[in-house]
């Protein structure tokens, strides 16, 4: 049988899994995806954790014992998932060691109610960094304008950071400043630059998303014949843009010092939309140095059916920006797109927290009444 996960890995694809809950980790399955399915890397979100947590009993044992500490709901909540994302840098381990730092990571993400909050973010990034204690851990920070000097920070405390929530190409160039002012602070601090990773997650799906439900509006033919296309696009530029950054003196200064780049990552890869492939934004954003992170269900469609045609993307610059000269003609504004997507995304990520909290605040009580199980109460 064709091993199409392998291609995408041989052709500098980084697969990384966006999910984790402690039935995959207690069940093995983490680590099967590692050993048989080529993923390198895990990442994590409220939501994951928030349906984690939600519906699953291997939870109870330590909900229990957090009961009878008579700890707060924020303290429980982190308990949890730092545990969790303990055990899966664990599972890493092998991959991390394997590619000298780069994959083995696993991101845990600061409380997004902190997404508009510098000081408060970096000193969250620093408190999971001490409770996950594993050096392949990824600290997520959203790319709003106060979550970007609380990158720098982060970064130039030592801690590695996985950038999320980035939909513009101009908010990712400040992205790679932020990750670049970091590394330079960083190496005037006395830190091991070797020692520092970043990825900057770049957001695909939802902007078709958000766009077609425009163009639909728009209604007319030119306008419907560009449903589908500026997700990658924009990804596609954002390459464009990560070429140029990484290509420059300034750099250069910092790989020279041992430091690795910030490498792009496609975010939120699974199709929202019946009339696209299934595995459409792995296919169209194959590149050298990229990080493609996948729901499981995008991992093996990929593994049936993907289609490996070498890069997909550093080719594609001048048609890439063509969509978007045709998205401006036919009246898209792209930065109320984007504005639009980053404002929805910090919602979703607090509706998520707020589930994830309340759902705890039950199983706490429950718990603390001696209930069999927790889960009764919610």
Known sequence: MTDRLKELSDAGVAVWLDDLSRVRLASGTLDKLRTE?????????????????????????????????????????????????????????????????????????????????????????????????????????????????????????????????????????????????????????????????????????????EIDKRLDKIGSDEAKALKGKAAVANAQLAYKLYEEKFGGERWAALKAAGAHPQRPLWASTGTKSAEYKD??????????????????????????????????????????????????AVGIDFDDVVKVLEEEGVQKFEASWGELLEGLAKSLDAAKKGAANPSDAA
Do not use: C
């Open 279 to 328: 595995t459409i934004y792995v296919e169209e954003l194959i590149a050298p140095g990229v990080v493609n992170t996948m729901p499981e269900s995008v991992i093996d469609a990929y593994a049936d059916h993907g289609d490996t045609r070498g890069d997909t993307v550093t080719g594609s610059y001048a048609a890439a920006q063509e969509v978007f000269d045709k998205l401006t």
């Open 37 to 209: 399915k080529h993923v390198v890397g895990v990442t994590t979100n409220p939501t994951i954790f928030a349906k984690a947590l939600s519906d699953a009993d291997a939870y109870d044992e330590q909900l229990r014992e957090l009961a009878d500490r008579d700890v707060t709901v924020e303290e429980a909540t982190r308990a949890l998932t730092t545990y969790d994302v303990r055990w899966a840098a664990d599972v890493m381990k092998p991959e991390y060691d394997r590619s000298q730092g780069q994959d083995g990571r696993v991101s845990i993400e600061v409380d997004p109610r902190l997404a508009h909050e510098t000081s408060k973010t970096v000193a969250e990034a620093k408190a999971l960094w001490w409770l996950v204690d594993r050096d392949n851990v990824l600290i997520k920070i959203p790319a709003t304008l106060a979550g970007l000097p609380a990158i720098t920070a982060t970064l130039a405390a030592g801690i590695s950071v996985n950038v999320t929530l980035i939909f513009s190409l101009d908010r990712y160039g400040k992205v790679i400043d932020a990750f670049l002012d970091g590394l330079e602070q960083a190496k005037a601090n006395g830190h091991d630059l070797s020692k520092i990773a970043s990825v900057a997650s770049f957001f695909v799906s939802r902007v078709d998303t």
